[in-house]
């Protein structure tokens, strides 16, 4: 970390990029050539103050070895902890976890039993069976928060709209038709205490 940080500092001195870039996203596995070109350096000092120590001083070599180790072994250590491999099989001997991998808590143990029939559920509610059961209907306004007022003098233009095409519409088959997916959210807004 040391040399990766005195790196990035000569860098930003120097006018350079330093080098930060957006996360790696997917499986987490960086390529051996990208891990090979971040992590030389690294590598080129442990083995050479290994081996001068070696030649000049081997207490002293014995006592910085585990410094030595981490910067001579820069490259596998940098693949390994990215790797989804290693993550799993340590996860298996039990190293490396946080109490909440081994034993989940209640909170978390509850969502999973709720979820498994969550899609279920939405996938048949709709604004029309929304409209036909008042439960149903009660259920989901309270989940909604209550929508701050805009800026005065800046009327929001999807609800207005949204509940000019209501009045005028002769059936809700027809107002839901006319409305826009913007629209249709301005009115579900609006109407958060409508049938309780």
Not at 107 to 126: I, P
Not at 159 to 184: D, F, H
């Amino acid at each position: 970390m040391m040399i990766i940080q005195s790196q990035q500092l000569s860098a930003i001195l120097l006018g350079h990029d330093s080098g930060w870039s957006a996360q790696r996203r997917g499986d987490g596995t960086t390529p051996w050539r990208e891990i090979i070109r971040r992590h030389w350096l690294q590598t080129s000092i442990g083995i050479a103050l290994s081996a001068g120590l070696a030649f000049l001083s081997p207490p002293v070599l014995a006592w910085m070895s585990p410094t030595l180790a981490g910067l001579v072994l820069a490259i596998p250590l940098s693949r390994a902890s990215g790797s989804p491999l290693v993550g799993r099989l340590f996860r298996k001997l039990g190293l490396l976890v946080i109490p909440e991998e081994v034993t989940l808590p209640p909170l978390m143990q509850r969502r999973a039993e709720l979820e498994s029939g969550y899609s279920e559920l939405v996938e048949h509610t709709t604004i029309e069976s929304l409209l036909k059961d008042s439960s149903a209907r009660i259920a989901h306004f309270h989940t909604l928060l209550q929508r701050p007022p805009g800026p005065r003098g800046q009327p929001d233009v999807d609800r207005l709209t949204a509940r000019a095409k209501v009045e005028e519409a002769t059936s809700v088959r027809e107002a839901l038709a006319w409305l826009t997916p913007r629209e249709r959210l301005a009115h579900l807004r609006q109407l958060r205490g409508w049938g309780r």
